[in-house]
Every structure is written in C-alpha cells, then in structure tokens.
C-alpha cells in the first residue's frame, strides 16, 4: 500500500527566509509525486510534480521541490517566503508500477505561516 | 478552480436525511474522484470512477453512494447510514494516464444538524 507522511502539522517562517515543507512516502513501485496548496474554504490547487527526470522539480508561485529516491522524501521549497504564502501544503503520491490503485493518496498537511 | 463546479458550496441536513451532492466537470477528463476532508486527517478517498459507467470504492465508502451516467458528472450521496457526515467534501477529475495532475473543484461544506 502506499502512504505519506508530512511529520509537521505546522511551519512557521519569517518573510524573505526560505522554506521548507516536508515530505516522506512509501510505494511498492516507482512514485508519481505531487505538491498541492489549499487556501481557507477553498478546493486544492496544484504547485507541482515529480513524474521522472530531474530530481529538482519547479512549480508555480517559485515553489520547487527536490526528489531523494534514496531518503523517500520529495520536500517542497521556496528561496523566499511571501506571507500570501500561508496557507496549507499537501504532498500526495500515486504508486505506478505496483499493485496500488490509481487515486492519489494525501499526506495530512502542513499549514505554513509566513510572518511579516 | 479549474473547471470543475461543486454545488451547493454549504449544506445542511438534518440526522437521517440522504442528501446528494453535485460535481460537474468541462474539462473532458475520464477519471473522477470523491474525498473527504476532515481538521488534521488530510483527505481520504471515498469513491473514484475512472470512466463512465464504472466506479470503485475508496478507503472510507460506507455510507456513501455515487453514480457516473455521465463523463461529466459525478454526484455523491450522503445516506442516513453515516454516521459523521459533517465534513468538507472535494471532488477531482483527471485525464486518467495516470501522469498528469487531479484538477479540484471548490468543495462542499457539509454539516449535520
């Protein structure tokens, strides 16, 4: 079965400092991997994903994120922090060439606070 | 939110009630997804369909119903049988290569009273 985990329910950092959200997952085969943000009462938008190729992913709004095959991490980050940055980050693996299903499986979250 | 509409955006029921929500979809995607969204859960997958006429249970499917008559439609039914409905719930689509990226719509916020 495949599964994530975020360990930190919450990061805080000051504007301009870089950040860093973290991310782990398990998977019988190899994994797609994804980045995704949500704002209040809002649905997820994706930031970005790691399919094959370059270990070090760009996405929208100067987020990046690095693959480790070896660490199982795929931790999102950006040189800068906005405080429009704040909002909750969800990282989320699909296994491909095992026996899991299709869907997505979400990590739990981490709400990042970015403080003027 | 990319394409995909949710209605109502708020939702109320009282305890026993079915209640359906909506989930329609322009972006000519062939797979369907249904999560729910509890503080400090992340999401979990209720149902997904990854084309017409054809669906399959998530992790979390008692109490809940769906259909997919339609390519672009894929309403969920709270029934009476779950037990903690109160919940926001977010429904996705994707193209179904399994490469790309699931598209979300704004979400329902469900609430039992």
């Known amino acids: 079965a495949q599964s994530v985990a975020q360990p930190e329910d919450q990061v805080n950092v000051a504007e301009g400092n870089p950040l860093t959200v973290k991310c782990t997952y398990s998977v019988s085969g190899n994994p797609y991997l994804f980045w995704y943000v949500q704002y209040p009462n809002r649905g997820l938008q994706f930031l970005l994903k790691y399919i094959t190729g370059d270990n070090l992913v760009k996405g929208s709004y100067g987020f990046e994120a690095e693959f480790n095959k070896s660490q199982t991490s795929f931790h999102l980050k950006k040189p800068s922090a906005l405080v429009s940055d704040s909002a909750l980050y969800f990282c989320?693996?699909?296994?491909?060439?095992?026996?899991?299903?299709?869907?997505?499986?979400f990590g739990s979250g981490t709400r990042l606070q970015v403080q003027p | 939110d990319g394409g995909i509409t949710q209605s109502p955006k708020y939702l109320f029921r009282k305890e026993g009630q079915n209640v359906t929500l909506s989930c329609e979809q322009n972006?000519?995607?062939?797979?369907m997804y249904w999560y729910r969204q509890d503080p400090g859960q992340g999401l979990r997958l209720i149902y997904y369909s990854q084309i017409v006429n054809d669906f399959q249970k998530g992790d979390i499917a008692e109490g809940y119903s769906v259909s997919r008559e339609k390519k672009e439609s894929f309403p969920l039914t709270v029934t009476s049988a779950q037990k903690n409905p109160t919940a926001f719930y977010l429904c996705a689509s994707e193209t179904g290569t399994g490469y790309n990226e699931q598209f979300f719509g704004p979400g329902t916020r469900l609430t039992v009273l």
């Open positions: 989320a693996v699909r296994d491909i060439g095992g026996t899991g299903r299709r869907a997505l499986t």
């Open positions: 972006l000519n995607h062939d797979a």
